[in-house]
C-alpha cells in the first residue's frame, strides 16, 4: 500500500476516534487534518497555506446566503409563524381521526419552508402542537414521534441550510438543488399524512378526531396563513422563476419576516437582538466546520483516500446501484452519530468521486442533483434515530414526562415511510430531476 494511502487511512481512523470521545466535529477535523498534511508535506508549506485558506473559504460568494436563510428562520421562530400554520392546519385537518398530528405534520412543512432548520423546526412546532396534542389524548407516542419525525421535514424543503452546503461542496447549482428538493418534500409531507392516517386506523384510541372548528374561526385561521405563504411565495417563487438568486431571495425573506413580526407587534429590538446573536453563534459554528473540513480535504486529497476509494469500488464488480445503496446505508448509521451538517461536509467529499465513476445513465449534473437529494433524505433519518436523534432530544426536552424510548419507537413509522421514499426516489430518478428541467425551459 503506498505510504500516503496508509497515513491517510490512520489519519482517517483517528477522526473517528476523536469524533467517538466527544471532540466536537470541527475542532478534529482541523486537527487530523492540520497534522496529517504536515506529515505528508513540509509543515512550512501547509502554515503558507493555512494563511490563505481560511479567506479564500469564506469569501465564495454563495456561503452568504447560509447567515441570511439562519437569521430569516430565527426571525420567524420570534414572529409566532409557527402559531399560524398550525391553527390553519388544524381548522382544515383537525377534524379527522388523528388530524391534529396531520395538522402538525402540515405546519412542520410550512415552517420548515420559512425556516429551513430541522432542529428550529421540531422545538417551534413542538412547543406550539404539543398542548393541543394532548388536550385531545393523543397517545404519547404518536404526539412525540410526529413532532420530531415533522422536524426532519425542515432539512429537506427549501430552504435549507444542509442543501446549500453540499451545493456548495460538489460545485452545483444551489438554485438547480432548491428546485429539485421541491418534489420529493411534498412527497414527504403526502407519506406522513399516510403514516399518520394508517397509524390511527390500526391504533383508533391513539389518534382521536378533534373538533370542526366554526366556519368565522375557519376563515381567519385560513386567512392569517396567508402571510406566510406569501413570504414563502416571494423568496422562493423568485428564485424557482429566476427572479432573483438565493442570496438576494434569503435577504427578501429577512425583511418580509422581519415587517411581518414588526406589524404584528410580536418583533422588537430585544427579539432582534437575540435574533441576531443567534444568527452569529449558528453562522460561526457553520463556518469553523466549513474550514475544518476544508482543511481535512487537502489532507485527505494529498493521502488519495479519496480517490482509492473511488477504484476499489470501480473495480469491485459491484453495479452502480449496489454501490449507491451501501453508500447510503453507511450515511444512515453515520447520522446516529453525528449531526447532519457535519456528516455531509465529512462524507461527501469521499462519497461523491465515488458515485461520480459510475455510469447511472445520466449527466454529472444530474448525478450530482439526484445523489444529493437522497444524501440530504438519508442525513433526515439520522436526527430521528438512535442513539443521537437530535429531534427526539429536543422534543423529549418538550415533553418530559414521556420516556424517550417511546419518543423512538413513535418515529418508527416514519422511519419506514422514510425508506419507502428513498426507494420510490432510487427507483425513479425523474422525481428528483423533472422539475428543475422544466424550469430550465
Known amino acids: 500500500m503506498d505510504q500516503s494511502l496508509l497515513i491517510g487511512l490512520v489519519g482517517l481512523a483517528a477522526l473517528v476516534a476523536l469524533i467517538a470521545i466527544r ?23 501547509f502554515l503558507a497555506q ?14 452568504s446566503v447560509l447567515p441570511m436563510f439562519v437569521l430569516m428562520g430565527n426571525i420567524a421562530t420570534r414572529a409566532g409563524l409557527s402559531r399560524d400554520l398550525f391553527r390553519a392546519a388544524n381548522a382544515w385537518l383537525g377534524w379527522m381521526r388523528g388530524g391534529v398530528a396531520m395538522a402538525a405534520i402540515a405546519a412542520c412543512a410550512g415552517f420548515g419552508a420559512v425556516c429551513g432548520s430541522s432542529l428550529a423546526t421540531a422545538s417551534t412546532m413542538g412547543q406550539v402542537a404539543l398542548p393541543e396534542l394532548r388536550r ?14 415533522g422536524g426532519v421535514l425542515g432539512i429537506l424543503i427549501p430552504p435549507s441550510v444542509v442543501l446549500v452546503v453540499y451545493a456548495i461542496v460538489v460545485e452545483t447549482s444551489i438554485v438547480t438543488m432548491f428546485i429539485a428538493a421541491f418534489v420529493p418534500g411534498v ?32 376563515i381567519e385561521a385560513t386567512i392569517k396563513v396567508a402571510p406566510v405563504v406569501a413570504i414563502f411565495g416571494m423568496v422562493m417563487g423568485g428564485i424557482y422563476f429566476g427572479f432573483f438568486n438565493p442570496t438576494p431571495a434569503a435577504a427578501v425573506g429577512v425583511f418580509l ?6 406589524l404584528r407587534r410580536v418583533v422588537g429590538w430585544p427579539e432582534l437582538r437575540d435574533a441576531l446573536l443567534d444568527t452569529a453563534k449558528t453562522s460561526g459554528m ?22 482509492a476509494a473511488a477504484e476499489m469500488m470501480a473495480n469491485s464488480g459491484l453495479s452502480p446501484i449496489v454501490v449507491l445503496v451501501l453508500l447510503l446505508l453507511a450515511l ?3 447520522g446516529c452519530l453525528m449531526d447532519s451538517l457535519s456528516m455531509i461536509l465529512l462524507t461527501i467529499p469521499f462519497f461523491w468521486p465515488v458515485i461520480s465513476v459510475m455510469d447511472f445513465g445520466m449527466s454529472p449534473d444530474d448525478l450530482k442533483v439526484w445523489f444529493g437529494i437522497l444524501a440530504l433524505i438519508v442525513v433526515e433519518l439520522g ?58 425551459g
Open 332 to 334: 444512515i448509521v453515520l
Open 136 to 149: 385531545y389524548r393523543y397517545s404519547p407516542t404518536l404526539a412525540t414521534g410526529t413532532l420530531a419525525a
Open 286 to 307: 457553520i463556518y469553523l466546520i466549513l474550514f475544518g473540513a476544508q482543511i481535512l480535504n487537502i489532507f485527505m486529497a494529498r493521502g488519495g483516500v479519496p480517490q
Open 50 to 63: 493555512l494563511k490563505n485558506l481560511a479567506y479564500s473559504q469564506f469569501s465564495i460568494y454563495d456561503l
Open 257 to 262: 419576516v422581519t415587517v411581518f413580526g414588526l
Open 383 to 440: 436526527l430521528i434515530t438512535p442513539p443521537v436523534g437530535m429531534n427526539v432530544f429536543v422534543i423529549s426536552a418538550l415533553a418530559r414526562d414521556v420516556p424517550m424510548r417511546q419518543t423512538f419507537l413513535g418515529v418508527m413509522p416514519f422511519f419506514a415511510a422514510e425508506l419507502v421514499r428513498v426507494t420510490v426516489i432510487v427507483a425513479f430518478p425523474a422525481l428528483t430531476l423533472w422539475l428543475p428541467k422544466v424550469l430550465a
Open 187 to 218: 412527497i414527504a409531507v403526502l407519506f406522513f399524512l399516510l403514516t399518520i392516517a394508517i397509524y390511527v386506523r390500526v391504533r383508533p384510541q391513539s389518534g382521536p378526531p378533534g373538533d370542526r372548528v366554526p366556519r368565522a374561526e375557519f
Open 23 to 45: 471532540v466536537p466535529i470541527a475542532y478534529s477535523m482541523i486537527l487530523v487534518g492540520g497534522i496529517g498534511t504536515m506529515v505528508l508535506t513540509d509543515p512550512r508549506i
